[in-house]
């Protein structure tokens, strides 16, 4: 751990978040955009509607999706004591596109897999609740050691749970008529390409306001419970209302990525990875810097995504993804 | 505080279908040292554990300040009792410093004593020199020091103890049951396995068999050899040395 001021690291965040969002909005095939944002005369209508009706909703979105996911990683991460743990590796995202399948193949249009999605990641963490509650509601005096297996067999539980719904994915990608193919893996993969709605962009970021506020309302309690449910008790830790709140926030948080994004992998445990390095673990300061982290982190993956091969555009997932796995794998190593 | 810090009425512990505890009547007076001793599983952790509200009895009632424990708000509780679990975890780094000041949760985010109390905690158990350590680099003897100086910090006036001087090696042993017999603001109940250590530390002992008898009362009373012998189903001499109460010594079992 670096030794750096959170106040300054939580700067450098905004600092870093206002440049790639300048950077998302003037990078594309049309150039100039910005000035968009200042002239408002007839001859920058195009330059406008590309700004308003394209890359400032998709930018929002990317924004508020990588920090939802990355608010919803940290906390999952905090809940089962293991850094490992995020929405992808649990298999929520998994299921999250198996609802917005479902959906889309019964005619739901949009609006339906937005509600598929939603409603497969809460199907999802509440499966992975019921199957492993002794590890998130357990008996308070267990002994450490079953602590710690309670957690790996959460983990398992949701590994086994992404891989039931990757073959879910395949039956119903067999079963899909082909014009829909391509859309569809987009979607798997986490794709940005279809968030132009500004106001679902913003709805998003009043989420993702709202959780943080949340979850930072708990962030000293959380503390004490990394270190064991029953320590935590003793100190005066109300141990199953805080669980339930964050379980709850996470849920929503993820909920609402998928929703906006689909299923864009491993932010949620890059980004509380790389800045525990640098902030350390105090849940107070290391919650809003992985926020900040991890919706930097997917602006400028969307923004890579959608210029590196133009007029081409990759989805966003397949990046985060090339960059989460070696992440993931070096930290196992280490462990 | 009342006169009874911590009382146990007709208590009954279960592990499963195992009736460890039955009917465990337990007056502990303020400023009392008790020691817990039986074989491993008698349930020394589980009665530790329901007098720190963590665990419901099974039967009967723990009454601390008078009141049954369930009853108590958990953040009124930690202002009255801390506890030494029998493990801890560390999934994340965390220094030494912060890991003691978790102890002082209750006292919310301005709390101006916590550091100048935690140091003067980790002081005392000879982890003075460890305060900006990861807590993951310690051995389990120095992480163990850090537990108890944690359970210190949080200046509750009963101190709950599994195994305090698990991991710990001969001087740290003598060390850390000196400083607890040295407590005067505290009352005591701590499980151990050492006997001539619980001889140093008991006012009073409890002896649980696992099978749901006890015994409880005055130190001298209860940590006899024929008692203990019995207790752990194997010979045990008490050897006179020129002063004090004497030093048990365990023979091999038949």
């Given at each position: ?5 959170p ?5 450098a965040?905004?600092?870093a ?8 909005l ?6 100039g955009?910005?000035?968009?944002l ?11 509607a590309?700004l ?12 508020a999706a990588?920090g939802?996911?990355a608010?919803a990683?940290?906390?999952l ?7 490992l ?10 299921g999250?596109?198996?609802g ?7 005619g739901?249009?949009?609006l339906?897999?937005?509600?598929g999605?939603?409603?497969?990641a809460?199907?999802t ?5 019921l199957l ?6 357990g008996?308070?005096h ?22 039931f719904?990757?073959a879910?994915l395949?039956?119903l990608l067999?079963l899909?008529p082909d ?5 569809i ?13 500004l ?6 970021l009043v989420?993702?306001a709202?959780l ?11 503390n004490l ?7 935590a008790?003793?100190?005066g830790?109300?141990?199953?209302r ?9 849920a929503?948080?993820?909920a ?10 491993f932010?949620?445990?890059?980004a509380?990875?790389l ?9 107070r300061v290391?919650?809003p810097?992985a926020v900040?982290a991890g ?9 890579v ?7 081409m ?8 993804a ?5 992440v993931?794998?070096?930290?196992v190593?280490r462990? | 505080m009342s ?16 009736l460890?505890?039955?009917a465990?009547d ?8 008790w020691?817990v001793?039986g074989?491993?599983?008698?349930g020394?952790?589980t009665?530790?554990?329901a ?8 039967d009967?009632s ?12 958990v953040?009124?509780?930690a ?18 410093l912060?890991t ?26 000879d ?5 900006q350590r ?8 120095e ?10 910090s ?8 599994d195994?305090?001087?698990a ?6 042993q003598?060390l ?11 009352t005591v ?8 250590a619980a ?5 009073h ?20 050899a024929?008692r ?16 004090g ?9 038949r």
């Amino acid at each position: 751990m670096l030794s750096v001021p959170p106040q300054r690291v939580l700067v450098a965040l905004l600092l870093a978040a206002l440049a790639s969002f300048a950077l998302a909005l003037a990078t594309g095939s049309v150039s100039g955009v910005l000035s968009a944002l200042v002239d408002w005369s007839e001859g920058a209508s195009s330059r406008s509607a590309v700004l308003w009706q394209l890359r400032l909703p998709r930018a929002l979105s990317a924004f508020a999706a990588g920090g939802l996911l990355a608010l919803a990683g940290s906390l999952l991460q905090a809940l089962l004591r293991n850094p490992l743990a995020d929405a992808y590796v649990l298999g929520v995202s998994g299921g999250a596109a198996v609802g917005a399948m479902l959906a889309l193949l019964a005619g739901g249009g949009l609006l339906g897999m937005q509600a598929g999605s939603a409603l497969g990641a809460f199907a999802t963490l509440a499966a992975l609740f019921l199957l492993a509650r002794r590890a998130f509601f357990g008996r308070l005096h267990s002994a450490a050691r079953v602590a710690e297996e309670a957690s790996t067999s959460v983990l398992l539980t949701g590994v086994m749970l992404a891989a039931f719904s990757a073959a879910l994915l395949s039956l119903l990608l067999a079963l899909a008529p082909d014009v829909q193919m391509r859309s569809i893996m987009f979607w798997l993969l986490g794709d940005l390409a279809g968030a132009t709605d500004l106001r679902a962009a913003v709805a998003a970021l009043v989420m993702l306001a709202v959780l943080l506020a949340a979850s930072a309302t708990q962030a000293r309690p959380l503390n004490l419970l990394l270190r064991g449910d029953l320590q935590a008790f003793v100190q005066g830790v109300d141990v199953r209302r805080v669980r339930r709140r964050l379980v709850l926030v996470s849920a929503l948080a993820t909920a609402t990525a998928v929703t906006l994004a689909g299923a864009v992998g491993f932010v949620g445990f890059v980004a509380p990875h790389l800045m525990r390095q640098v902030v350390g673990n105090d849940q107070r300061v290391l919650l809003p810097a992985a926020v900040l982290a991890g919706a930097v982190l997917v602006l400028l993956a969307d923004t890579v995504a959608r210029t590196a091969v133009a007029p081409m555009q990759l989805p966003v997932g397949v990046l985060t993804a090339l960059i989460g796995v070696p992440v993931f794998i070096g930290l196992v190593r280490r462990l | 505080m009342s006169e009874a810090p911590i009382e146990c009425r007709r208590v009954a512990l279960r592990a499963g279908a195992r009736l460890l505890v039955d009917a465990l009547d337990l007056q502990v007076r303020a400023g009392s040292r008790w020691v817990v001793l039986g074989p491993n599983g008698a349930g020394k952790s589980t009665l530790l554990a329901a007098l720190a509200g963590a665990r419901r009895s099974d039967d009967g009632s723990v009454l601390l300040g008078g009141r049954p424990v369930e009853q108590w708000d958990v953040q009124a509780l930690a202002a009255q009792r801390a506890l030494l679990p029998d493990g801890w975890l560390d999934p994340f780094a965390a220094t030494v410093l912060d890991t003691v000041l978790t102890a002082r949760y209750r006292l919310g985010e301005a709390d101006e004593n916590g550091t100048r109390i935690a140091e003067q905690w980790l002081a005392r158990f000879d982890c003075g020199s460890l305060l900006q350590r990861d807590v993951r680099s310690l051995s389990r003897g120095e992480r163990q020091r850090v537990a108890i100086a944690t359970a210190l910090s949080q200046e509750a006036p009963l101190l709950l103890l599994d195994e305090p001087i698990a991991h710990q090696d001969p001087r740290h042993q003598a060390l850390v049951i000196d400083e607890l017999a040295r407590l005067q603001a505290h009352t005591v109940v701590a499980s151990l396995h050492d006997l001539n250590a619980a001889v140093r530390l008991a006012t009073h002992a409890l002896l649980l068999n696992g099978r749901g008898d006890w015994t409880a009362g005055p130190a001298e009373e209860v940590l006899t050899a024929e008692r203990l012998s019995a207790l752990f189903d194997t010979p045990i001499d008490r050897l006179p040395l020129a002063s004090g109460p004497g030093f048990f010594a365990v023979r091999p079992p038949r």
